[in-house]
């Protein structure tokens, strides 16, 4: 099964592309007014990656949570501008989001998505994809570069580090 899903993305689904002047990518997290968050369903990692959604309103940002229906109850709905919850019976059998959420998630718009995601998980990469966007932030990890058109590499196995090293990277920008 995995075979067939990655084969299917390198197929089919092209090269995420970086801005092409370097002046827009210096301040591209400064000047970024709303950013769509996709959490991860691990729930130990979903209690770290909360770490970025709350730094991001605490610097006023606009934020939407796209997040596993199964964990929302885990969330504040008023501390963020929106949730948009999923739920895992939204993939087809390769794992991939079914049409009728495929639509729902273009419908979004943002300066910047950040993907939550430690892990090779090709459902939060097609999610990504659907998001309207021109930077799409994520961890390094296979077929990544396809997806994220900026990418921060993990240098440990543990969440909190992850993500606090991840918003030390935005920071510089």
């Known amino acids: 099964m ?10 089919f ?7 092409s002047d370097s002046a827009e990518l210096n301040k591209f997290f400064s000047d970024a007014q709303s950013f769509v968050v996709i959490m991860p369903e691990i729930s130990a990692e979903f209690s770290q990656a909360l770490t970025i959604p709350r730094y991001l309103k605490s610097k006023g940002k606009k934020v939407t949570v796209v997040v596993p229906s ?5 969330l ?26 495929r639509e729902k998630l273009s419908a979004i718009t ?6 939550a995601h ?7 990469y097609l999610i990504t994809k659907e998001i309207n966007s021109h930077f799409k932030v994520g961890f390094t990890k296979p077929l990544s570069d396809k997806f994220y058109n900026i990418q921060i590499a993990v240098n440990s196995v543990s969440p909190e580090v992850c993500y606090k ?3 030390n990277c935005l920071e510089m920008f």
């Open 13 to 19: 689904v092209k090269k995420q592309q970086t801005g």
């Open 76 to 101: 504040n709905s008023h501390d963020y501008d929106e949730l948009f919850p999923y739920s895992l019976t939204e993939q087809n059998r390769y794992g991939f989001p079914v049409p009728a959420l």
């Open 165 to 167: 090293n991840f918003l």
């Open 118 to 124: 430690l892990h090779e998980e090709y459902f939060s």
């Open 2 to 11: 995995k075979f067939l899903r990655t084969l299917y993305i390198k197929l």
């Open 70 to 74: 199964d964990l929302q109850q885990s």
């Open 110 to 115: 943002a300066d910047i998505v950040v993907d």
